[in-house]
C-alpha cells in the first residue's frame, strides 16, 4: 500500500519558536494532502487541506498565519508551526490522499515547553 | 455542519467476547466511509465502504454500511487482548474529499 512519512516523529521546543514538520507520500505522488490535530482522548480535527502548488484552506478557527502550510511538490507537504506555545502540544497527523482513499502518516509528537 | 458520532465511547470486554461498534453522521456530498484502528501513533486503515449493504470482511473483523440509516457497524468476533484500541469512523465527503472523524470507541480486551 501507500506510505507516508513524517518527520521529525518527536518534537520538544521552547514557547516563541517555530517548529517545521514534514510530510512525504513515498510512493506515490499526492496533489492533496491533509493536516490533522488530535488532543489526547480525542479524534482527529481536520487542520488544513494542502493542494500542491495553491494556498491551502484552512478548517474554521484554525490560524492560518500561525500554521503556515506549504505544498511544494507532489509529494511533500510542510507544516510550520509559528511561535509554538503550550497550548499547541499536540499530535499532529498528516495524510496523503491516493484515488479515494487517504493514507496516514505516523505522526509527530510535539511539545512546548 | 458535517458530523460523525460514535457509540460506545468506551468498552471492556473478555478475549473471545464478540463487538458490536457504531458509527452514525450525517455529512454532505457523501462519498465513502472508513473505520480505523488506532494504537500508539497514527490511524491503520480497516475498511473503506461506499456501497449499502454489502459486508467488507477482513479475518474476525467485518462492517456493512447502511446508507438508508445513515450508519455503519463495525464487528469484531472471537476478540484477542491485540484487538485494544481506538477505533474510529470516518466519513468522507465534499467537494475536497475531507474526511471528518468520529470520536472513536476506545476498546479494551481483557485476558
Known amino acids: ?113 | 455542519e458535517d458530523k460523525v458520532v460514535q457509540s460506545p465511547l468506551s468498552l471492556v470486554v473478555h478475549e473471545g467476547d464478540t463487538v458490536t461498534l457504531n458509527c452514525s453522521y450525517e455529512v454532505t456530498n457523501f462519498r465513502s466511509l472508513l473505520w480505523y484502528k488506532q494504537e500508539k501513533k497514527a490511524p491503520t486503515f480497516l475498511f473503506m465502504l461506499t456501497s449499502s449493504g454489502i459486508e467488507k470482511k477482513s479475518g474476525r473483523l467485518s462492517s456493512i454500511l447502511d446508507k438508508k440509516e445513515l450508519s455503519s457497524i463495525l464487528n469484531i468476533t472471537a476478540t484477542q487482548t491485540g484487538d485494544s484500541a481506538i477505533y474510529l469512523c470516518a466519513v468522507l465527503g465534499g467537494s475536497n474529499y475531507k474526511l471528518t472523524f468520529g470520536k472513536g470507541t476506545l476498546l479494551t480486551v481483557n485476558p
Open chain 1, 1 to 113: 500500500g501507500a506510505v507516508v512519512s513524517q518527520h521529525p516523529s518527536r518534537v520538544i521546543c521552547k514557547s516563541g519558536t517555530s517548529v517545521k514538520i514534514e510530510c512525504r507520500s513515498l510512493d506515490f505522488q499526492a496533489t492533496t494532502m491533509f493536516w490533522y490535530r488530535q488532543f489526547p482522548k480525542q479524534s482527529l480535527m481536520l487542520m488544513a487541506t494542502s493542494n500542491e502548488g495553491s494556498k491551502a484552506t484552512y478548517e474554521q478557527g484554525v490560524e492560518k498565519d500561525k500554521f503556515l502550510i506549504n505544498h511544494a511538490s507532489l509529494t511533500l507537504s510542510t507544516l510550520t508551526v509559528t511561535s509554538a506555545h503550550p497550548e499547541d502540544s499536540s499530535f499532529y497527523i498528516c495524510s496523503a490522499r491516493a484515488d479515494s482513499e487517504q493514507y496516514f502518516g505516523p505522526g509527530t509528537r510535539l511539545t512546548v515547553t
